[in-house]
């Protein structure tokens, strides 16, 4: 009696021993094998899907238009992490990464085709809880700089104090505006945004505070400014600082004495709005140069926070990268699953003079570029992809290690030191990060948390 298994046994207890979901097609498309893994992801049994065409099974939303094992078996190519969404036979939708390849017989010819795939639910729902976890009013971030925001917002937003807000072109200053109204008692009134920065000082002040019919050409009849739109809310005024020193006397009027005078006018008019100011100068250094008043300064000043560009924040970045692929897939129907370890190494490194408006139209780029699965380093800008390695201006990008280094010693910081803390914050078991502080020559703080917090 022969003790030898049948073929066609021994290959499904090896497609059984795999933890991603394998099936094979013919050239009819019908599915020939179909291993256990495959059965819990879609909840189909083997039987029920042998024999099968593979788009009957799968109900995926590619199967239709763009059919990744079609693609193989057109062009004789794989597909590696492709992204795609099946519905299972209790019509949930699971979000699905999946890889192809041809199937061949002993004469090399195709047969059909083989493909693998990977259940993304859990990764969804962490990737859900961590941008839960560390967003606040569409604004990312868990670096040190950004929680300490986070918690002054909502502080700031209880008070009708005027407000500044400094920080470089890109960091998010209407963002910060727009979380302190939304979080204020006036967040049922409007919110106004002007940017001072794009009109001339005529057209500036008929926009801030309107003009009555006949104060000049073509006025036929009242307009209301901003200032009056924005009557029991907030009203932002951007790039404050670049407006000029004949304006800059106007709006200390309107914030000392809380009133208008439209262009034209006879007659001041009462508001009750809050002001909240934003420049990506430091007004200060205005006020010492003489291009901006000191007591206009002092009346904007009242609450000041400051925003921090991308690069003193760079532990953000995986956070927003992993935020703008979510928007970027939603707005453009693609399913790119992330980036590859060296683009993420090269946008640790870049030093982002543009901030997050930059990381983001660098991630916009990319897409427009990639077709689907994961982007790399071709799909980056010119200006970040890596030179010839004869060049003389070639840099190697950081490495996963270096960018390990990075994310842990901004936790020590974050936590005065404190092991546990840092520990328990990054997620790993407090050995491991002593093993981790060590095997990276990651040198401690200064200041020892462990005796305050332990």
């Not at 193989?72 to 795609?84: E, F, H, R, Y």
């Not at 907030?234 to 304006?247: K, N, Q, V, Y």
């Not at 960018?403 to 404190?418: D, H, P, T």
Request: hydrophobic residues 40%; neutral net charge; proline residues 5%.
């Amino acid at each position: 009696m022969s003790n030898l298994i049948p073929a066609s046994q021994r290959e499904n207890a090896i497609l059984d021993s795999v933890n991603e979901g394998v099936f094979t097609v013919d050239q009819d498309w019908r599915i020939t094998a179909f291993n256990a893994a495959a059965e819990r992801i879609t909840r189909i049994s083997r039987e029920a899907a042998i024999g099968k065409r593979c788009c009957d099974v799968f109900r995926a939303n590619i199967c239709e238009k763009d059919c990744v094992l079609r693609r193989t078996i057109s062009s004789g190519k794989p597909v590696l992490n492709a992204m795609a969404y099946i519905v299972n036979s209790e019509g949930e939708q699971i979000p699905i990464r999946i890889s192809t390849a041809l199937l061949k017989d002993n004469a090399g010819n195709i047969v059909g085709g083989v493909e693998t795939f990977q259940d993304l639910t859990v990764v969804e729902q962490l990737r859900k809880e961590l941008h839960a976890r560390f967003t606040f009013e569409d604004i990312i971030g868990r670096s040190a700089p950004m929680k300490q925001l986070f918690e002054l917002v909502p502080l700031v937003a209880e008070s009708n104090s005027t407000v500044l807000i400094e920080g470089p072109s890109g960091t998010g200053k209407e963002l910060f505006a727009r979380a302190i109204h939304n979080l204020s008692p006036r967040r049922t009134k409007p919110f106004i945004a002007v940017n001072c920065a794009a009109l001339p000082d005529t057209l500036l002040e008929s926009e801030l505070f309107g003009h009555k019919a006949g104060a000049f050409t073509d006025a036929r009849r009242d307009k209301p400014g901003r200032f009056a739109l924005a009557e029991g809310g907030t009203i932002f005024l951007d790039e404050i600082g670049d407006i000029s020193p004949a304006m800059q006397v106007r709006l200390l009027r309107v914030l000392q004495e809380r009133v208008i005078e439209p262009l034209g006018g006879v007659k001041a008019l009462a508001i009750d709005v809050r002001v909240i100011a934003a420049t990506n100068k430091t007004l200060q250094k205005e006020v010492r140069a003489g291009r901006f008043r000191d007591d206009l300064y002092y009346r904007i000043r009242v609450v000041h926070l400051l925003l921090p560009g991308l690069k003193q924040r760079r532990e953000d970045i995986p956070l927003l990268v992993d935020y703008l692929i979510t928007k970027f897939n939603r707005l453009q129907g693609k399913d790119i699953a992330g980036v590859s370890n060296e683009v993420m190494a090269r946008l640790m490194e870049h030093d982002y003079p543009g901030n997050v408006r930059e990381l983001e139209n660098i991630i916009e780029q990319a897409f427009v570029l990639c077709r689907g699965g994961m982007l790399h380093l071709n799909h980056l800008p010119p200006e970040l992809r890596p030179t010839s390695a004869h060049s003389p201006e070639s840099s190697q990008p950081m490495s996963l290690s270096e960018i390990e280094k990075v994310f842990i010693s901004e936790a020590l910081q974050r936590n005065q030191g404190n092991r546990k803390q840092t520990a328990l914050d990054l997620g790993i078991n407090v050995s491991t990060l002593f093993r981790k502080i060590r095997n990276l020559s990651i040198e401690l703080p200064t200041k020892d948390g462990r005796s305050e917090n332990s």
